[in-house]
């Protein structure tokens, strides 16, 4: 199994620019999580789906974020505009079934932004 | 705030060693995870006890809970210095709930 697999594996942009993150699940999970960690702030959960269906996006920052999962394999996590304070490592994890259950993380997203 | 707490924020310890860390956490849980990050890596999932367990083993792994004090530890024996990491613990308040991760130990593995 290839594991989650997210794209870009670092990304630098300059501020106010688009970013856009990428992740695919394992193949047959079912829910799907966005995080974010800083040394600041620690791991933080931006939004999670179940069945493609956003269930909780309490942790999304502000209007800057929108995250989609247009399908079982596939979810997008967009930034725009883009500020240096979003400058993170972002990771993408997925499970089978809801939220509590051991989560599969991929390799992150070093992104920083200028 | 997080629901979960780690300490010590730190840990250096000899090789052979066992290593302790603990947990708190604030509100009740239906379960309670272990996660290990290496340096530049995602986390990997180590075990999972849920709130009518007590205690829990994998390999060198110890994992205690204890519910009437809102805590866990996370015991390693004989440690390796491929243990180096840091460890998170991450809790979740309902079945199908979200997880909350606490801010880590990072333990040192001295050779």
């Known amino acids: 199994d290839a594991g989650v697999i997210q794209s870009p594996r670092h990304e630098v942009t300059e501020m106010g620019q688009e970013v856009t993150l990428r992740c695919k699940p394992i193949?047959?999970?079912?829910?799907l999580f966005w995080y974010r960690q800083t040394m600041m702030r620690g791991l933080e959960l931006l939004i999670y789906f179940n069945n493609n269906v956003p269930i909780d996006d309490s942790g999304m920052p502000e209007d800057r974020f929108s995250a989609k999962m247009p399908n079982a394999s596939f979810s997008t996590l967009k930034i725009q505009p883009s500020e240096p304070r979003d400058s993170a490592v972002y990771f993408c994890?997925?499970?089978f079934g809801q939220g509590s259950y051991e989560q599969y993380f991929g390799p992150g997203t070093r992104l920083t932004v200028t | 705030s997080q629901q979960g707490e780690e300490d010590p924020q730190a840990l250096s310890i000899q090789e052979g060693e066992n290593a302790t860390m603990n947990c708190s956490y604030k509100?009740?849980?239906?379960?309670l995870q272990w996660y290990r990050q290496n340096s530049g890596r995602g986390l990997v999932h180590l075990i999972l006890?849920?709130?009518?367990?007590r205690e829990k083993h994998s390999g060198r792994l110890r994992v205690t809970l204890d519910t009437s004090k809102k805590s866990s530890s996370l015991l390693i024996t004989a440690s390796r210095a491929a243990d180096t990491a840091s460890y998170f613990c991450a809790t979740d308040k309902a079945a199908g709930n979200k997880l909350t991760f606490g801010g880590g130990t990072r333990v040192l593995v001295k050779p």
């Open positions: 193949s047959g999970h079912n829910s």
């Open positions: 509100t009740s849980i239906n379960n």
């Open positions: 006890i849920r709130s009518n367990e």
């Open positions: 994890a997925s499970t």
